[in-house]
Nanobody
Framework: QVQLVESGGGLAQPGGSLRLSCVAS????????IGWFRQAPGKEREGVSC????????YYTDSVKGRFTISRDNAKNTVYLQMNSLKPEDTALYYC??????????????????WGQGTQVTVSS
């Protein structure tokens, strides 16, 4: 069964950190680009970042540049999103999604074929 499972979400204080994980089962991530998306209540889903199979990184949201870092460990079939200096506006349900090889230039969800169920991130004091 092809599946992506996110974990690592939770409650963090402003200025704090969380590391999200996206683990694949049923297929290898070696030839996949993995994107992270988020959706806050009442808002549209937005792309956060993407890492290609060759480890090229794309950031779709300017507000996370310098604070969020995407990485991958193919041996563990896992992609990470390290989130530092968290802000209340980072509160959202975070999803990972897969597509072949390269990251698209735009964060259109239809460009990705496999999705996880999401992990909730809440930033609040």
């Amino acid at each position: 069964q092809v599946q992506l499972v996110e974990s690592g979400g939770g409650l963090a204080q402003p200025g704090g950190s969380l590391r999200l994980s996206c683990v694949a089962s049923g297929f290898t991530l070696d030839y996949k680009a993995i994107g992270w998306f988020r959706q806050a209540p009442g808002k549209e889903r937005e792309g956060v970042s993407c890492i290609s199979s060759s480890r090229e990184i794309t950031y779709y949201t300017d507000s996370v540049k310098g604070r969020f870092t995407i990485s991958r460990d193919n041996a563990k079939n896992t992609v990470y999103l390290q989130m530092n200096s968290l802000k209340p506006e980072d509160t959202a349900l975070y999803y990972c999604a897969a597509r072949p090889f390269i990251c698209p230039t735009t964060a259109r969800g239809s460009n990705f074929s496999s999705w996880g169920q999401g992990t909730q991130v809440t930033v609040s004091s």
